[in-house]
Each structure stands twice: as structure tokens, then as C-alpha cells.
């Protein structure tokens, strides 16, 4: 194939990120200078963001067999860009007063969002697998970037030994599937598997056990039940700007290439499907009961995020039956990264700069009010919103995940995302209350008396906005939504 201007244009996101983590690369050969590296990584970054609107939405551009750009791509590019801006404004902050080097960190994750965006534009399960491993494996750095910290270095450990066991799983699915279909690409296996009555029983019975392996791979990234049991760990041991990004960034761009997946290839066997609404109905119920009970802030928003992809699931599982389910996913996928950057980037303002351990007990937030009016109404909102209370972007973006479940008949499946989310009311507003309540003595924890002029607190306090605004009035938001349909290839 000619690569000609209007293929280059349109892998200028993808470009773009690539070259500001070679540029961050010899920055840090040439002198170690934590400021110029950030600026290096945060004007790339911003022209990899900006570089979106030079895109033909309305064209379908394949980028040899591996890579496609529609604007399905474009729009979850844009949503990986986006976090990933958001975790260099909090990491800033948080690496002035780290002891050891600070210039990596900046390479690590423009490397990770490199292959965020390569699983984005995946059209192929070749470029599926080398985008997970780009994003996986400076994230094994990134999560025990704190590594004299005894959590820290735990939490790294533990992650890469099960992604790389979720990552044999992946592998060894999309084996199976080559062996019975003869191809990875994903339009070409839709093809074949469209054609089921003429499959043999045998070989259709291989495919689904591929398919299903490959979920398991995609279902640890996702902290589905019951591969979620790394959560909690990972995120109370990584340093609060990288939980922000394991909580958004490697969990969007998940999302966008197993959607892309499954609206590709048909519905294969209703068992299969009937299998992964359990997975969702256990996600939903085993993280909303599992975050009643924790009182650490970090491992609570990491049973939490169990519990919502499992709403999603509810979607995904729709996913070829109309528009509205995939409408929903992109709403609750912008929901979820507004809300997982506000509320992690309190954390990560109240953890700021470097000292030891997060700022991530409960404790540490009692009577914040107090102290910090208006981060605290931040995170209110935040906390809000993650609840699906009315006048925040997370009703709304229950009320899609209840539409598909009603319009499609989800009955039991709709029954678990009422029953989640209000259990899920239960916590969130515990937390709430302690933001308010009166505490005696000195706080042992503190946001900086400047936060709310840094970059990080003016990022939380303009999400905080986002999430009321678009959630009194979310048309903006759904005139958007048409951007993340897809289309068959």
C-alpha cells in the first residue's frame, strides 16, 4: 500500500505520541531536567490531542492490515490522550520531592499510551496483542516506580506475574482462533464465523474456547470477576498519578478493542454469551459488597471500578443488537475517565509532593472540609456522580446502561445494576460524610495551600465542572456520540 498525506494525517495521534517519547528518550541522554522533560512530554502530548481534529471522521482508513482509523479510533484516542495528559499534570506534582530519578516516569508512560493508542486502532490480533504488551510493560515499571517502598515494589511484582499469565491466556486464544479461521484479522474472522451453520461442531466448539480465552485476558485487564483480585493491591500499592492512569487510560483503551471485537465477530453461541452476562452479574455484585468493607480510599475505588465494568458488560453484550448500547459505552467510558481523574486526583493532590506513602486511608480525609472547601467539593462531586446521583454525568450514564438493559431485556441483568448501584450509594456516601465531619487536632495529611493554582488541582476542579455541566445538560456530550459507532470494514 502507498502511504500517502491523507494516511499520514490521520496517524498523527499515533505519530505523534511515538516521537514525544523519543524525544523524552534523548532529553533525558542529553540532561536530566525534570522541568524540560515535562514540557517535552506535555506539548507532544497536547499535539497528539489537537492533531485529532486534522482527522476525516467520516472515512474509514485502513493503515495496512493491522491498523484502521474511523472515528471510532479517533474517539477513543482522543479519551487515552486525554487521561494521559491528566496523570503528567498530577505526576508533576507529586515527583518534585522524589528521590531517585523522575525523567523516566514521563517515558514509561508515553510508551504506554503508544500502545493504548495501538490497541484504539487495532483491527487485526496481531496489533491487538503488540498494543497490549506496549502499554503492559512500562506499566510493570510505573506501578513500582516507587520501588524502596515495600507496597510499591509488591504491587509491581504481582502485576506482572498475572499479566503475564492473562497475557498466555490471550495468546494462546488467538492461536486457537488462527488455527480454525486461518487469519487474524478481525473482519476476516467475522466473515467465517457469520457463516456457523456450515462450521463444524468441533471446530465452532475451538472457536468459542479461543474467544473465551481471550476474554479471560481482556477480563484481567478489566478487573472482572474473578480476575480482579489484583486491584486492590496494585492500586493502593501504585503511586497515586499511576493508579489514575491504570484506572483510566489501560482500562479504556481494554474496553475500545474488545468492544471492536465482539461487534466484529457475530454472536457465536448464546451459551457463550449468556456465560459472559454471569461474569458482569458477579462483577457487578462481588465489587459493590467487596468496597462495603474497605477502608482504604485507593482499594475502594479498585473494587469500585470491578463493579462498573460490569454495567459496561451489560452493554457490550448488546453490542450488535443497536446503536444505543454502543452509544452507551462511549458516554459511560467519558463518565468513568471525568470522574476517575477527579477522584484520583485528590489523592494525588493530597499525596503530593513525594512523601513515602499515599495519602489513600480514610482517616487522612476526615473533616477535608474544613480544611480544603472546595477540593472537597470536588471530590463530592466526583463521588456523586460515581453513585448516579440525578444532575451529575453519572446518572446519565446509568440511565444508557438501564436503557440497553430494558430495551434488550436484560431482566436480571438490570436488576444487578439496581441493586449495585445502590449499594454502591451506601459507600460512596460514607465517604462523603467523613469529608464533612469535624475532626480535632492537626490534620496528618494535607493538600498544599497552592493546589487549586497547579495544573493537577485546576484539571480536577475543571472535570468537577464537566461532570455537573454535562450532567444538567449532556446534549453536547450525546451529539458526540456518534463518533464512537462503528462500522464494518
Request: hydrophobic share 55%; aromatic share 12%.
Amino acid at each position: 500500500m502507498s502511504f500517502n498525506s491523507e494516511l499520514f494525517i490521520a496517524e498523527l495521534p499515533l505519530l505523534l505520541t511515538a516521537l514525544t517519547a523519543i524525544a523524552v528518550m534523548l532529553s533525558i541522554a542529553w540532561q536530566r531536567n525534570h522541568k524540560q522533560v515535562f514540557i517535552i512530554t506535555a506539548i507532544g502530548l497536547n499535539s497528539a490531542l489537537f492533531s485529532l481534529l486534522l482527522t476525516n471522521s467520516a472515512s474509514v482508513l485502513p493503515v495496512t492490515q493491522l491498523l484502521v482509523v474511523d472515528s471510532y479510533a479517533s474517539f477513543y484516542t482522543a479519551l487515552i490522550l486525554i487521561g494521559t495528559l491528566a496523570t503528567v499534570t498530577l505526576a508533576r506534582a507529586w515527583l518534585k520531592k522524589f528521590p531517585d530519578n523522575r525523567e523516566e516516569f514521563y517515558l514509561l508512560l508515553t510508551l504506554a499510551s503508544t500502545g493504548a493508542i495501538v490497541m484504539a486502532q487495532a483491527h487485526h490480533l496481531a496489533s491487538v496483542f503488540i498494543g497490549v504488551e506496549l502499554m503492559s510493560l512500562p506499566l510493570f515499571g510505573l506501578v513500582g516506580y516507587a520501588f524502596k517502598q515495600r507496597r510499591s515494589l509488591e504491587a509491581a511484582v504481582k502485576y506482572m506475574v498475572l499479566s503475564a499469565s492473562a497475557t498466555a491466556f490471550l495468546l494462546f486464544g488467538i492461536a486457537l482462533i488462527y488455527a480454525q479461521v486461518g487469519s487474524l484479522d478481525i473482519a476476516t474472522i467475522g466473515t467465517q464465523l457469520s457463516s456457523l451453520p456450515q462450521v463444524e461442531s468441533a471446530h465452532l466448539t475451538l472457536l468459542i474456547i479461543g474467544l473465551g480465552m481471550m476474554v479471560i485476558g481482556f477480563g484481567f485487564k478489566l478487573s472482572l470477576v474473578p480476575f480482579h483480585l489484583w486491584t486492590p493491591d496494585v492500586y493502593q500499592g501504585a503511586p497515586a498519578p499511576v493508579t489514575t492512569y491504570l484506572a483510566t487510560v489501560s482500562k479504556v483503551a481494554v474496553f475500545a478493542v474488545l468492544l471492536r471485537l465482539f461487534y466484529t465477530i457475530p454472536a457465536t453461541d448464546s451459551f457463550f454469551y449468556k456465560l459472559l452476562g454471569g461474569v458482569a452479574f458477579i462483577s457487578i455484585i462481588t465489587g459493590n459488597l467487596l468496597a462495603l468493607l474497605q477502608g482504604n480510599l485507593k482499594r475502594l475505588l479498585g473494587f469500585s471500578s470491578t463493579a462498573h465494568f460490569g454495567y459496561l458488560l451489560v452493554a457490550l453484550i448488546a453490542c450488535r443488537l443497536g446503536t444505543l448500547s454502543l452509544e452507551a459505552v462511549a458516554l459511560y467510558l467519558v463518565m468513568y475517565l471525568l470522574t476517575s481523574i477527579g477522584s484520583f486526583g485528590v489523592v494525588s493532590l493530597m499525596s503530593s509532593p513525594y512523601q513515602e506513602r499515599d495519602a489513600d486511608e480514610l482517616p487522612a480525609y476526615r473533616g477535608l472540609f474544613w480544611r480544603r472547601p472546595i477540593l472537597t467539593s470536588a471530590m463530592t462531586v466526583m463521588f456523586l456522580s460515581l453513585a448516579g446521583i440525578p444532575m451529575t454525568l453519572g446518572f446519565i450514564g446509568k440511565f444508557y446502561i438501564l436503557a440497553v438493559g430494558i430495551k434488550f431485556h436484560f431482566w436480571w441483568l438490570t436488576g444487578a445494576v439496581v441493586f449495585g448501584s445502590a449499594v454502591g450509594l451506601y459507600y460512596y456516601l460514607r465517604v462523603i460524610s467523613i469529608l464533612y465531619l469535624r475532626t480535632p487536632g492537626m490534620p496528618s495529611r494535607d493538600a498544599t495551600n497552592d493546589w487549586a493554582l497547579t495544573a493537577g488541582g485546576l484539571m480536577v476542579l475543571l472535570s468537577a465542572v464537566l461532570v455537573v455541566l454535562l450532567g444538567i445538560y449532556p446534549q453536547p456530550l450525546i451529539d458526540l456520540l456518534p463518533l464512537a459507532q462503528l462500522v464494518a470494514h
